[in-house]
């Protein structure tokens, strides 16, 4: 499967995907990156690993349709089976989500239905949480709110500070997003009828 990853900033899960997919048995190969600031830390990470990189700086566009639209150019160049959001920091259109519905992947640094949004992490030290963590979902028209593919928990330890229980979940995140990854690029987990369903598949 063909994979493009989306990030704005340091690509760290971008890395982690890169990696994974680079072993021999990984059910997916990413492609290209696409980044919507120049600047983004992760493009020179991308380049650094082979893969080729795409950068669309919203200032350059009239519009946000404008810039979404030079996206999906290139992307239809590409043609990706499966988009993974990474640190991306823009909402699809409707319309972009509707054109990959069920192909598009985010991870999110929360374990979702809690904490949708930002600074995920100064709001469950905030709630009192003891478990933090991250989800992968499939992308949806609503912001975070897609079907569950997988998701990880770490503790939250007395005198955590947003950045130290950030630090923590990123640790899974990197873990995780390349087993979800893996999960929808075989085909075991589909999202039908607006559901995550699993496969089992037949060896
Ligand atoms: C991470 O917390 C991720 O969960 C969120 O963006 C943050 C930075 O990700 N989506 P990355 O290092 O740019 O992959």
Do not use: W
Not at 48 to 53: D, E, F
Not at 86 to 92: D, Q
Not at 123 to 152: L, N, Y
């Amino acid at each position: 499967k063909k994979v493009v990853v989306f990030i704005s900033g340091g690509g760290s899960n971008m890395i982690a995907l890169a990696k994974a997919a680079a072993a021999a048995d990984f059910p997916a190969d990413i492609i290209a990156v696409v980044a919507d600031k120049v600047d983004a830390g992760g493009l020179d990470k991308a380049a650094g690993l082979g893969i080729p990189t795409f950068s669309f700086a919203r200032r350059d566009f009239a519009s946000k349709e404008a810039h979404e639209a030079a996206i999906v150019d290139e992307l239809d160049r590409l043609q990706p089976d499966i988009i993974c959001l990474a640190g991306y920091m823009r909402l699809l259109s409707a319309a972009f989500i509707q054109r990959y519905e069920g192909r598009i992947l985010n991870i999110h640094p929360s374990l979702l239905p809690l904490f949708p949004g930002l600074h995920t992490h100064q709001r469950a030290i905030d709630a009192g949480m003891r478990i933090a963590g991250c989800t992968v979902h499939f992308v949806t028209e609503g912001m975070d709110d897609g079907p569950i593919v997988a998701q990880a928990a770490v503790p939250v330890m007395s005198g955590d500070t947003a950045d130290s229980l950030a630090a923590r979940v990123l640790t899974v995140e990197h873990a995780t997003y390349p087993m979800a990854l893996r999960l929808v690029a075989e085909g075991k987990v589909r999202m039908e009828a607006g559901r995550a369903v699993s496969h089992a598949i037949r060896e």
